[in-house]
Protein backbone atom coordinates (compact mmCIF):
# COMPACT_ATOMS: atom_id res chain seq x y z
CA UNK A 1 0.00 0.00 0.00
CA UNK A 2 0.86 2.85 -1.04
CA UNK A 3 0.44 6.15 1.54
CA UNK A 4 0.59 10.41 1.00
CA UNK A 5 3.38 11.48 3.18
CA UNK A 6 1.45 13.16 6.23
CA UNK A 7 4.36 15.52 6.54
CA UNK A 8 3.86 17.32 2.95
CA UNK A 9 2.15 20.93 3.47
CA UNK A 10 -0.33 19.81 0.69
CA UNK A 11 -1.55 17.04 2.69
CA UNK A 12 -1.29 18.83 6.32
CA UNK A 13 -3.86 21.20 4.64
CA UNK A 14 -6.18 18.42 3.20
CA UNK A 15 -6.21 17.10 7.03
CA UNK A 16 -7.19 20.02 8.79
CA UNK A 17 -9.57 20.76 6.10
CA UNK A 18 -11.42 17.70 5.21
CA UNK A 19 -11.94 14.30 6.97
CA UNK A 20 -10.52 11.14 4.05
CA UNK A 21 -12.17 8.13 3.07
CA UNK A 22 -9.65 5.41 1.21
CA UNK A 23 -10.68 4.03 -1.85
CA UNK A 24 -8.58 1.52 -2.99
CA UNK A 25 -4.86 1.78 -1.80
CA UNK A 26 -4.29 6.01 -1.57
CA UNK A 27 -6.19 8.01 0.74
CA UNK A 28 -8.53 11.19 -0.82
CA UNK A 29 -10.22 13.89 0.84
CA UNK A 30 -14.44 13.12 1.55
CA UNK A 31 -16.55 15.61 -0.21
CA UNK A 32 -16.54 18.68 1.97
CA UNK A 33 -14.32 20.32 0.53
CA UNK A 34 -16.64 20.80 -2.59
CA UNK A 35 -19.50 21.47 -0.34
CA UNK A 36 -17.80 24.58 1.41
CA UNK A 37 -16.55 25.67 -2.22
CA UNK A 38 -20.46 25.81 -3.38
CA UNK A 39 -21.39 27.88 0.21
CA UNK A 40 -18.99 30.33 -0.79
CA UNK A 41 -19.50 31.03 -4.32
CA UNK A 42 -23.09 30.92 -3.73
CA UNK A 43 -22.48 33.65 -0.99
CA UNK A 44 -20.77 36.12 -3.10
CA UNK A 45 -23.51 35.64 -6.02
CA UNK A 46 -25.73 36.72 -3.25
CA UNK A 47 -23.78 39.43 -2.07
CA UNK A 48 -23.17 40.76 -5.75
CA UNK A 49 -27.11 40.55 -6.79
CA UNK A 50 -28.22 42.39 -3.16
CA UNK A 51 -25.62 45.88 -3.75
CA UNK A 52 -26.75 45.81 -7.82
CA UNK A 53 -30.46 46.08 -6.76
CA UNK A 54 -29.53 48.69 -3.99
CA UNK A 55 -27.78 50.63 -6.44
CA UNK A 56 -30.62 50.77 -8.75
CA UNK A 57 -33.04 51.87 -6.57
CA UNK A 58 -30.79 54.86 -5.81
CA UNK A 59 -31.83 55.19 -1.90
CA UNK A 60 -29.77 56.85 1.09
CA UNK A 61 -28.95 53.21 2.55
CA UNK A 62 -26.87 52.39 -0.45
CA UNK A 63 -24.01 53.13 0.84
CA UNK A 64 -24.52 51.83 4.14
CA UNK A 65 -24.90 48.47 2.06
CA UNK A 66 -22.03 49.03 0.00
CA UNK A 67 -19.96 49.32 2.77
CA UNK A 68 -21.69 46.12 4.57
CA UNK A 69 -20.74 44.12 0.76
CA UNK A 70 -16.99 45.34 0.74
CA UNK A 71 -16.48 44.40 4.58
CA UNK A 72 -18.04 40.84 3.99
CA UNK A 73 -15.72 40.81 0.70
CA UNK A 74 -12.56 41.32 2.94
CA UNK A 75 -14.04 38.47 5.21
CA UNK A 76 -14.45 36.14 1.94
CA UNK A 77 -10.58 37.17 0.86
CA UNK A 78 -9.12 36.97 3.89
CA UNK A 79 -10.36 33.22 4.92
CA UNK A 80 -9.10 31.39 2.05
CA UNK A 81 -5.90 32.91 2.21
CA UNK A 82 -3.74 30.31 3.70
CA UNK A 83 -5.91 27.58 1.55
CA UNK A 84 -7.78 28.26 -1.17
CA UNK A 85 -10.74 26.06 -2.28
CA UNK A 86 -9.04 25.09 -5.24
CA UNK A 87 -6.06 23.37 -3.20
CA UNK A 88 -8.42 21.87 -0.94
CA UNK A 89 -9.85 19.72 -3.47
CA UNK A 90 -6.97 19.16 -5.21
CA UNK A 91 -5.71 17.05 -2.39
CA UNK A 92 -6.51 13.60 -4.41
CA UNK A 93 -4.87 14.62 -6.94
CA UNK A 94 -1.46 16.21 -6.61
CA UNK A 95 0.25 13.90 -3.88
CA UNK A 96 2.99 11.62 -4.90
CA UNK A 97 2.24 8.55 -3.10
CA UNK A 98 5.19 7.50 -1.58
CA UNK A 99 6.59 3.95 -1.07
CA UNK A 100 6.13 3.64 2.85
CA UNK A 101 9.57 2.86 3.26
CA UNK A 102 10.65 7.10 2.67
CA UNK A 103 7.99 7.28 5.54
CA UNK A 104 9.99 8.39 8.62
CA UNK A 105 12.36 5.59 7.13
CA UNK A 106 10.35 2.77 7.76
CA UNK A 107 7.53 0.85 6.11
CA UNK A 108 4.53 1.98 7.44
CA UNK A 109 1.72 -0.11 6.27
CA UNK A 110 2.53 -3.10 3.47
CA UNK A 111 -0.82 -4.78 3.68
CA UNK A 112 -4.03 -4.39 5.03
CA UNK A 113 -4.56 -6.98 8.03
CA UNK A 114 -7.12 -9.66 6.16
CA UNK A 115 -7.87 -11.27 9.47
CA UNK A 116 -9.69 -8.41 11.45
CA UNK A 117 -10.22 -10.35 14.32
CA UNK A 118 -6.10 -10.75 15.05
CA UNK A 119 -5.70 -7.64 16.32
CA UNK A 120 -1.66 -8.29 15.86
CA UNK A 121 0.18 -8.34 12.80
CA UNK A 122 3.94 -10.70 12.55
CA UNK A 123 6.99 -9.57 10.38
CA UNK A 124 8.52 -12.44 9.17
CA UNK A 125 12.14 -11.71 9.14
CA UNK A 126 14.17 -13.74 7.25
CA UNK A 127 18.04 -13.56 6.95
CA UNK A 128 18.96 -15.13 3.48
CA UNK A 129 22.11 -15.17 1.07
CA UNK A 130 21.65 -17.53 -1.93
CA UNK A 131 19.40 -20.08 -0.83
CA UNK A 132 16.79 -19.65 -3.74
CA UNK A 133 15.63 -23.20 -3.51
CA UNK A 134 15.04 -23.21 -0.07
CA UNK A 135 13.10 -19.97 -0.10
CA UNK A 136 11.07 -21.02 -3.31
CA UNK A 137 9.34 -23.61 -0.96
CA UNK A 138 9.83 -21.89 2.00
CA UNK A 139 7.58 -18.53 0.78
CA UNK A 140 4.81 -20.27 -0.25
CA UNK A 141 4.54 -23.02 2.96
CA UNK A 142 4.78 -20.49 5.73
CA UNK A 143 2.04 -17.91 3.90
CA UNK A 144 -0.28 -21.12 3.50
CA UNK A 145 0.74 -22.02 6.91
CA UNK A 146 -0.18 -18.90 8.42
CA UNK A 147 -3.20 -17.70 6.49
CA UNK A 148 -4.67 -21.35 8.20
CA UNK A 149 -3.86 -19.73 11.41
CA UNK A 150 -5.77 -16.22 10.58
CA UNK A 151 -2.28 -14.69 11.04
CA UNK A 152 -1.91 -11.40 9.78
CA UNK A 153 1.83 -11.20 8.43
CA UNK A 154 4.51 -10.34 6.13
CA UNK A 155 7.24 -11.59 4.69
CA UNK A 156 10.65 -9.60 4.92
CA UNK A 157 13.88 -11.40 2.88
CA UNK A 158 16.79 -9.96 4.48
CA UNK A 159 18.83 -10.46 1.39
CA UNK A 160 22.96 -9.53 2.25
CA UNK A 161 24.06 -8.52 -0.65
CA UNK A 162 28.26 -7.34 0.24
CA UNK A 163 31.06 -9.22 0.22
CA UNK A 164 31.35 -9.95 3.89
CA UNK A 165 30.85 -12.74 5.45
CA UNK A 166 27.16 -13.68 6.42
CA UNK A 167 25.77 -12.29 9.58
CA UNK A 168 22.53 -13.72 10.43
CA UNK A 169 22.24 -11.46 13.70
CA UNK A 170 22.65 -8.05 11.61
CA UNK A 171 20.08 -8.57 9.12
CA UNK A 172 17.71 -9.64 11.47
CA UNK A 173 18.42 -6.14 13.26
CA UNK A 174 18.05 -4.57 9.42
CA UNK A 175 14.55 -6.13 9.47
CA UNK A 176 13.59 -5.12 12.59
CA UNK A 177 14.53 -1.72 11.45
CA UNK A 178 13.19 -1.80 8.04
CA UNK A 179 9.94 -3.82 8.31
CA UNK A 180 6.52 -1.95 8.77
CA UNK A 181 5.99 -0.64 12.06
CA UNK A 182 2.48 -1.81 11.74
CA UNK A 183 3.80 -5.05 12.71
CA UNK A 184 4.14 -5.60 16.57
CA UNK A 185 5.87 -8.96 16.70
CA UNK A 186 8.53 -10.55 14.64
CA UNK A 187 9.59 -14.12 13.80
CA UNK A 188 13.25 -14.32 13.26
CA UNK A 189 12.47 -16.93 11.03
CA UNK A 190 15.34 -19.35 9.06
CA UNK A 191 14.61 -20.03 5.70
CA UNK A 192 15.21 -23.73 5.51
CA UNK A 193 12.65 -24.46 8.64
CA UNK A 194 9.34 -25.18 7.51
CA UNK A 195 6.80 -25.76 10.18
CA UNK A 196 4.80 -29.15 9.25
CA UNK A 197 2.82 -29.17 12.22
CA UNK A 198 -0.11 -27.30 12.75
CA UNK A 199 -0.51 -27.41 16.32
CA UNK A 200 3.16 -24.86 16.39
CA UNK A 201 1.34 -21.59 16.75
CA UNK A 202 2.52 -18.06 15.75
CA UNK A 203 -0.14 -16.28 17.90
CA UNK A 204 1.41 -12.87 19.35
CA UNK A 205 3.73 -13.44 22.23
CA UNK A 206 1.88 -11.39 25.10
CA UNK A 207 3.98 -12.92 28.04
CA UNK A 208 7.12 -13.08 26.30
CA UNK A 209 9.46 -14.53 23.46
CA UNK A 210 7.91 -17.71 22.11
CA UNK A 211 10.89 -20.27 20.87
CA UNK A 212 8.76 -21.99 18.26
CA UNK A 213 11.53 -24.45 17.07
CA UNK A 214 12.23 -25.79 20.87
CA UNK A 215 15.18 -28.16 21.34
CA UNK A 216 12.36 -31.29 21.41
CA UNK A 217 11.32 -30.52 18.49
CA UNK A 218 14.25 -29.45 16.29
CA UNK A 219 15.05 -31.86 13.62
CA UNK A 220 19.29 -30.69 14.96
CA UNK A 221 19.70 -28.77 17.78
CA UNK A 222 18.95 -30.10 21.14
CA UNK A 223 20.70 -28.32 24.07
CA UNK A 224 18.31 -26.90 26.61
CA UNK A 225 19.43 -22.88 26.32
CA UNK A 226 18.85 -23.03 22.38
CA UNK A 227 16.60 -20.72 20.96
CA UNK A 228 18.29 -20.33 16.91
CA UNK A 229 15.84 -21.71 13.72
CA UNK A 230 12.20 -19.73 14.45
CA UNK A 231 11.96 -17.14 17.70
CA UNK A 232 8.91 -15.17 18.07
CA UNK A 233 9.25 -11.62 19.82
CA UNK A 234 7.63 -8.28 20.27
CA UNK A 235 8.74 -5.43 19.33
CA UNK A 236 8.96 -3.74 22.37
CA UNK A 237 11.28 -6.91 24.02
CA UNK A 238 13.64 -7.01 20.99
CA UNK A 239 14.00 -2.96 21.47
CA UNK A 240 14.59 -3.37 25.04
CA UNK A 241 17.46 -5.67 24.49
CA UNK A 242 19.23 -3.90 22.01
CA UNK A 243 18.30 -6.80 19.54
CA UNK A 244 21.28 -8.56 18.18
CA UNK A 245 25.01 -8.36 18.32
CA UNK A 246 26.67 -7.24 15.25
CA UNK A 247 29.86 -9.08 15.95
CA UNK A 248 29.06 -12.81 14.68
CA UNK A 249 30.01 -12.88 11.21
CA UNK A 250 29.95 -16.33 10.21
CA UNK A 251 28.13 -19.30 11.42
CA UNK A 252 27.11 -19.90 15.16
CA UNK A 253 26.51 -18.00 18.70
CA UNK A 254 24.93 -15.29 17.69
CA UNK A 255 21.44 -17.13 19.25
CA UNK A 256 23.08 -17.97 22.53
CA UNK A 257 24.27 -14.80 23.09
CA UNK A 258 20.59 -13.17 22.35
CA UNK A 259 19.20 -15.89 24.97
CA UNK A 260 22.07 -14.00 27.26
CA UNK A 261 19.92 -11.18 26.83
CA UNK A 262 16.97 -11.80 27.17
CA UNK A 263 17.82 -13.76 30.68
CA UNK A 264 19.45 -10.83 31.60
CA UNK A 265 16.31 -8.79 30.40
CA UNK A 266 14.37 -11.36 32.70
CA UNK A 267 12.81 -12.08 29.76
CA UNK A 268 11.25 -15.86 30.38
CA UNK A 269 11.48 -17.91 27.16
CA UNK A 270 8.38 -19.84 26.20
CA UNK A 271 8.24 -22.61 24.09
CA UNK A 272 5.80 -25.88 22.58
CA UNK A 273 4.49 -28.65 24.79
CA UNK A 274 5.59 -31.88 23.28
CA UNK A 275 4.00 -32.84 20.24
CA UNK A 276 3.59 -36.51 18.98
CA UNK A 277 4.97 -35.41 15.87
CA UNK A 278 8.90 -35.49 17.74
CA UNK A 279 11.94 -34.05 16.24
CA UNK A 280 11.66 -35.94 13.26
CA UNK A 281 8.44 -34.85 12.04
CA UNK A 282 7.17 -31.01 13.63
CA UNK A 283 9.58 -29.82 11.16
CA UNK A 284 11.38 -30.13 7.76
CA UNK A 285 15.03 -28.83 7.76
CA UNK A 286 15.69 -28.47 3.69
CA UNK A 287 19.58 -28.49 4.79
CA UNK A 288 21.81 -30.78 2.43
CA UNK A 289 25.15 -29.99 4.76
CA UNK A 290 27.37 -30.83 1.58
CA UNK A 291 25.65 -28.39 -0.56
CA UNK A 292 25.51 -26.21 2.29
CA UNK A 293 27.94 -26.01 4.28
CA UNK A 294 28.37 -23.84 7.24
CA UNK A 295 30.89 -21.05 7.54
CA UNK A 296 32.97 -22.19 10.62
CA UNK A 297 36.05 -20.74 9.94
CA UNK A 298 37.39 -18.15 12.77
CA UNK A 299 39.97 -15.99 12.32
CA UNK A 300 41.62 -13.00 14.23
CA UNK A 301 40.38 -12.99 18.04
CA UNK A 302 37.44 -14.05 16.74
CA UNK A 303 36.70 -17.36 18.65
CA UNK A 304 37.63 -15.66 22.18
CA UNK A 305 35.88 -12.31 21.48
CA UNK A 306 32.80 -14.26 20.09
CA UNK A 307 32.50 -17.03 23.44
CA UNK A 308 31.11 -13.56 25.61
CA UNK A 309 28.67 -11.45 25.92
CA UNK A 310 28.83 -8.55 23.93
CA UNK A 311 27.50 -5.24 26.03
CA UNK A 312 28.78 -2.92 22.99
CA UNK A 313 27.18 -3.72 19.55
CA UNK A 314 23.44 -4.11 19.17
CA UNK A 315 20.17 -2.60 17.14
CA UNK A 316 21.23 0.62 18.16
CA UNK A 317 24.88 0.49 16.39
CA UNK A 318 24.14 -2.26 13.05
CA UNK A 319 25.08 -0.14 10.09
CA UNK A 320 23.68 -0.85 6.59
CA UNK A 321 22.92 0.53 3.26
CA UNK A 322 19.13 -0.77 1.91
CA UNK A 323 20.56 -0.78 -1.80
CA UNK A 324 16.72 -1.81 -2.70
CA UNK A 325 13.69 -2.77 -2.06
CA UNK A 326 11.54 -5.05 -4.06
CA UNK A 327 7.96 -6.80 -3.62
CA UNK A 328 7.65 -10.00 -5.43
CA UNK A 329 5.46 -12.93 -4.93
CA UNK A 330 6.48 -16.36 -5.29
CA UNK A 331 3.28 -19.11 -6.24
CA UNK A 332 1.12 -16.62 -4.52
CA UNK A 333 3.04 -15.35 -1.41
CA UNK A 334 3.82 -11.77 -1.22
CA UNK A 335 6.88 -10.60 -0.04
CA UNK A 336 9.50 -7.62 0.85
CA UNK A 337 13.02 -8.32 -0.58
CA UNK A 338 15.65 -5.89 1.04
CA UNK A 339 19.48 -5.73 -0.57
CA UNK A 340 21.05 -5.33 1.77
CA UNK A 341 24.84 -4.10 2.29
CA UNK A 342 26.78 -4.14 5.96
CA UNK A 343 28.73 -2.57 6.85
CA UNK A 344 31.85 -3.80 9.22
CA UNK A 345 34.24 -1.90 11.66
CA UNK A 346 37.33 -3.85 11.11
CA UNK A 347 39.16 -2.13 14.15
CA UNK A 348 36.26 -4.03 16.39
CA UNK A 349 35.50 -7.20 14.14
CA UNK A 350 38.18 -8.02 11.56
CA UNK A 351 36.97 -11.63 11.40
CA UNK A 352 34.16 -10.22 9.01
CA UNK A 353 36.23 -11.14 5.90
CA UNK A 354 38.70 -14.12 6.51
CA UNK A 355 40.92 -13.90 3.34
CA UNK A 356 43.95 -12.53 4.99
CA UNK A 357 43.97 -14.15 8.02
CA UNK A 358 42.57 -17.80 8.42
CA UNK A 359 43.49 -19.78 11.99
CA UNK A 360 42.80 -18.21 15.63
CA UNK A 361 45.70 -15.16 16.25
CA UNK A 362 44.65 -13.26 18.88
CA UNK A 363 45.27 -9.86 18.24
CA UNK A 364 43.95 -7.05 20.65
CA UNK A 365 44.05 -8.15 24.07
CA UNK A 366 40.73 -8.38 25.71
CA UNK A 367 40.14 -8.64 29.30
CA UNK A 368 36.96 -10.85 30.21
CA UNK A 369 36.85 -10.80 33.92
CA UNK A 370 33.36 -12.31 34.45
CA UNK A 371 33.14 -15.78 34.29
CA UNK A 372 29.32 -15.01 33.53
CA UNK A 373 29.68 -13.16 30.53
CA UNK A 374 30.89 -16.55 29.17
CA UNK A 375 27.84 -17.38 27.05
CA UNK A 376 28.97 -20.95 25.78
CA UNK A 377 28.79 -23.79 28.07
CA UNK A 378 30.91 -26.77 26.58
CA UNK A 379 28.43 -29.09 24.79
CA UNK A 380 28.49 -32.71 25.03
CA UNK A 381 27.65 -32.60 21.33
CA UNK A 382 26.34 -36.71 21.02
CA UNK A 383 23.73 -35.89 23.49
CA UNK A 384 22.53 -31.85 21.77
CA UNK A 385 23.01 -32.93 18.39
CA UNK A 386 21.16 -34.81 15.80
CA UNK A 387 23.00 -35.89 12.47
CA UNK A 388 20.20 -33.61 10.79
CA UNK A 389 21.40 -31.23 7.98
N1 LIG B 1 21.53 -18.34 5.77
C1 LIG B 1 21.50 -17.98 4.43
N2 LIG B 1 22.63 -18.08 3.70
C2 LIG B 1 23.81 -18.53 4.22
C3 LIG B 1 23.82 -18.90 5.58
C4 LIG B 1 22.67 -18.80 6.31
O1 LIG B 1 20.46 -17.58 3.91
O2 LIG B 1 24.81 -18.60 3.48
C5 LIG B 1 20.32 -18.12 6.60
C6 LIG B 1 19.18 -19.04 6.24
O3 LIG B 1 17.97 -18.39 6.56
C7 LIG B 1 19.43 -20.18 7.17
C8 LIG B 1 19.86 -19.47 8.43
O4 LIG B 1 20.62 -18.38 7.97
O5 LIG B 1 18.28 -20.95 7.34
C9 LIG B 1 20.66 -20.34 9.40
O6 LIG B 1 21.80 -20.86 8.76
P1 LIG B 1 22.04 -22.43 8.62
O7 LIG B 1 20.84 -23.07 8.05
O8 LIG B 1 23.33 -22.65 7.89
O9 LIG B 1 22.24 -22.87 10.13
P2 LIG B 1 21.73 -24.17 10.90
O10 LIG B 1 20.65 -23.69 11.80
O11 LIG B 1 21.23 -25.17 9.92
O12 LIG B 1 22.92 -24.65 11.63
MN1 LIG C 1 19.83 -24.97 8.32
Request: proline share 5%.
Amino acid sequence: MSLYRQDDPNVRKCLRHGSFHSKGNILLPSNTCRNLHHVKSSLAWEMGSTLATMLRMRRPTTVLWSLGFCFLLFLYVLFPSTNTVADQCECHSNQNPVTANSFFGHSLVEDSKPFPNDKHKLAVLIPFRDRFEELMEFAPHIHKFLNAQHKNHHLYIINQVDNLRFNRASLLNVGFLESGIDCDYIAMHDVDLLPMNAALTYEFPYDGPYHVAAPHLHPRYHYPTFIGGILLIRREHFRKVDGLSNKYWGWGLEDDEFYARLKEAKLDIFRPGNLTSGTKHTFRHIHDRQIRRRDMIKCYNQQEITRHRDRQTGLSSVRYQVQSKIEITIQGSPLTVLNVVLECDRFVTPWCDCTENIGNTPKTPHDFKKTEDVIVPKLNRKKHLSQDG
